[in-house]
């Protein structure tokens, strides 16, 4: 038997290993990161192999067989098979400093903070319960370890272990998850601590499996001893139900995106387009190993431990225990402990990240607009603001996982996927449908969140209240058809009843909330960032735009957010780059308003880094919507460029004409006659009467040949196209 302190003194040591490691990460040159890079970034991805992996598949598998695999096969599916849209969102996140996965929802539509904040709001509620997932199998895995005629609540000055786990987990994200206020800056010393664990516990389960399989039983005689055993028979011989499977492959298909630490660490801090080709091959190799020894320790535990004298989550560790296997049962526990630690700490940094730029900020923004002008650093707010929401986050875990009872950790896990995917219509359909709105996203995420909330999270806390049961059974206010597990008369396992009309009702709400309305200006904008296009985005000159925001302003309001050294810094990078001189106390064009954003959003986000931005301008506008209304009227001048230009594309047949800005319209008319072999000369004309400043096209089309009756309209197109180019705003 394993003394208590021994067990205990491993844990923390293990723990202070990776203050070590995430501070030698910290230290890494540049060219060693390059190097280490291409290894780290797909076992960073591991970080989706948690205590549920490590613990809760062997659980599974004694019950259900083979049908744990489903976890595995949705991001084997989604690395291997869809890199091409992985690397369509690490360019998009990239372009737009995208800082979590909220925002990026947000960000596509039209950056709304209303968006930002229902997204948030979901992600957060959903990952409550898989942190409590990560205490439980924690706090499960000492109990088991430890002496187990003393309770593990009554060893001196240790008391709750879970509590304890909670507070230095919570510590270890605040140190090494809120270093800087750039949300976007990448985490070194973080990924490697992460990178690491993966290795730890890919090494400690595979060890596990191999003494249990060749030298505690050995294949033939587990084999024997299987046959003999009811419980193993029924488990060798379940067949795994079609339909759980294919929702369990569609969760995790979607969860590996979708997830905030996944979203984190595979698209936040990736740096290169090497480092996901090699996780193309890298992470479904290191899925297949980790499970590559599931079924003989679920097998063999059914063997040793008859009757349920073990909890089937803990068979992986009681096996050792029960062979006399001290040391390597301390190499299991802590195994287990790193699946629980990275997952927790990556979680709640990018929970804490969205808290930040989706909820607290834009509401304190928009109560106290005069301090914002007037914060010295607003950066150090925000840190101060992250650190409480990680140990908040981390207390409602606490509380969650307290009232979890004896649930089965696989089933919590499922239970959050299912939250986290209420994302996916909103998240894939913005990718693909150019239609869609913030209204429509909002929307359906509402309905989707409300219907999986009903359905499965109210559910699992049946067995706790007695009156749950009766709930479940008669319905709502005792009405039959609004039974959460059988809606309308449904009778489906509860698993596919809850996707199914979660996801169903979440589609139905976005598609027809969005065709209700036309989206706006910024919408369309930001469509055609995200949507494939055919033609490659462009960076128009904004010359002529002009507000009486000075550069000193904008300078001044980006120091509050990234300090004033790297904001001059940036300021000068960028007039460099464009070759122009920057005079603090004249107008700042929109090139350079543009900028500001970008940074700005590195820090709170972009539908935060937009509303300060808004609040800025509104020193000289009418109210918020004006200026608002100001920064999404420029946004569509680029709009409509792209609008003209793809236009013309489409109906150039044999060649393009191009002509100096500078050159009159009237000298125009030979060169279109030269020019003629076209069939049909293209003219934009912009109309502004409409509210919402919407672009109105009419298309001049002539005979096989452009004659002089042709010149007057091409001259006019060319008009409209220099002022358009210029970013003219009407």
């Known amino acids: 038997m394993l003394h208590d302190w021994g067990v205990i003194a491993a844990a923390f040591g293990y723990i202070g290993l990776l203050f070590v490691v995430a501070s030698y990460g910290e230290r890494l040159t540049q060219i060693q990161r390059g190097r280490l890079g291409t290894f780290i970034y797909p076992l960073s991805l591991a970080i989706y192999c948690t205590s549920w992996t490590f613990f809760g598949s062997v659980g599974l598998a004694t019950r259900t067989s083979v049908e744990f695999l489903a976890i595995y096969a949705g991001p084997i599916l989604m690395i291997a098979f869809c890199t091409p849209l992985l690397m369509r969102v690490i360019q998009l996140a990239k372009s737009q400093n995208i800082t979590s996965i909220a925002d990026f929802i947000a960000a596509r539509y039209g950056k709304s903070q209303a968006v930002a904040a229902t997204a948030a709001g979901i992600a957060i509620i959903g990952s409550v319960p898989y942190i409590a997932l990560q205490l439980k199998a924690v706090a499960s895995s000492l109990e088991t370890i430890l002496n187990q005629d003393q309770d593990v609540s009554s060893i001196p000055y240790i008391g709750d272990i879970a509590f304890i786990v909670t507070i230095t987990l919570a510590a270890f994200a605040v140190l090494f998850g809120t270093r800087q206020t750039d949300a976007t800056e990448h985490q070194h010393g973080l990924m490697l601590a992460v990178a690491t664990e993966s290795l730890v516990k890919l090494v400690a389960f595979i060890a596990a499996g191999v003494f249990v399989t060749f030298i505690m039983f050995g ?82 535990g059914l063997v040793s431990f008859p009757f349920g004298a073990s909890d089937s989550d803990m068979y992986v560790l009681a096996l050792p225990i029960s062979a006399g296997a001290t040391t390597l049962s301390v190499i299991v526990f802590v195994g287990g402990l790193s699946a629980a630690t990275a997952m927790v700490i990556v979680e709640c940094v990018a929970l804490a990240i969205m808290v930040s730029n989706d909820i607290i900020v834009p509401l304190v923004l928009k109560r106290r607009p005069a301090a914002q002008g007037s914060r010295a650093n607003f950066g150090g707010f925000l840190l101060k603001v992250r650190r409480v929401a990680i140990f908040a986050i981390m207390a409602m875990a606490y509380l969650y996982y307290h009232a979890l009872g004896n649930a089965q950790l696989a089933a919590i896990g499922l239970l959050s996927f299912a939250a986290v995917a209420q994302l996916a219509p909103a998240f894939f359909g913005g990718l693909f449908w150019r239609r869609a709105t913030a209204r429509g996203a909002m929307g359906g995420m509402l309905i989707g969140f409300a219907v999986w909330a009903y359905t499965l999270f109210l559910p699992s806390f049946a067995d706790v209240d007695p009156l749950g049961a009766i709930w479940l059974k008669q319905g709502l206010f005792g009405i039959t058809a609004l039974r959460p597990q059988a809606l309308f008369g449904t009778e489906m396992a509860p698993l596919i009843h809850g996707v199914l009309w979660s996801l169903s009702l979440n589609m139905l709400t976005y598609v027809v909330l969005s065709l209700w309305r036309q989206p706006t200006s910024i919408e369309r904008v930001q469509a055609d960032l995200f949507v494939p296009n055919e033609l490659a985005p462009i960076a128009p000159n904004f010359r002529r735009w002009r507000t009486t925001v000075t550069v000193q302003d904008l300078l001044s309001t980006v120091a509050q957010y990234l300090g004033p050294e790297r904001a001059l810094l940036s300021f000068e990078t960028f007039a460099t780059t464009h070759h122009i001189d920057i005079d603090r106390a004249a107008p700042a064009d929109f090139r350079l308003l543009r900028h500001a954003e970008h940074l700005i959003a590195s820090s709170i986000g972009a539908a935060s880094s937009r509303l300060v931005l808004s609040l800025l301008l509104r020193k000289r506008a009418v109210s ?41 319209a009237h000298h125009l008319e030979p060169a279109i006659r030269r020019n003629s072999r076209p069939s049909r000369a293209i003219c934009a004309d912009r109309h502004s009467a409409d509210r919402d400043h919407r672009v109105h096209r009419q298309q001049r089309t002539g005979n096989s040949r452009c004659g002089p009756q042709y010149a007057a309209t091409a001259a006019r197109c060319l008009h409209h196209g220099r002022r358009a180019l210029s970013g003219t705003i009407e």
């Open 219 to 300: 294949p033939t005689d587990l084999w024997e001893r299987a046959m003999k055993t009811p419980e193993a028979v029924r488990a060798i011989e379940a067949t795994p139900s079609v339909g759980n499977f294919l929702a369990m492959t569609l969760l995790s298909f979607l969860a590996i995106m979708l997830l905030p630490r996944q979203f984190h660490v595979s698209v936040v801090e990736n740096s290169t387009e090497a480092e996901v080709r090699r996780a193309r091959w890298l992470f479904p190799l290191y899925l297949v190993a980790i499970n590559l020894f599931v079924i003989p320790i679920a097998i063999a």
């Open 624 to 664: 918020a919507k004006a200026a608002l209304k100001l920064l999404d009227d420029a946004h569509t001048a680029l709009h409509f460029n792209r609008e003209m230009l793809q236009t013309a594309l489409n109906h150039v047949r044999q060649g393009i004409a191009v002509f100096n800005p500078r050159t009159p």
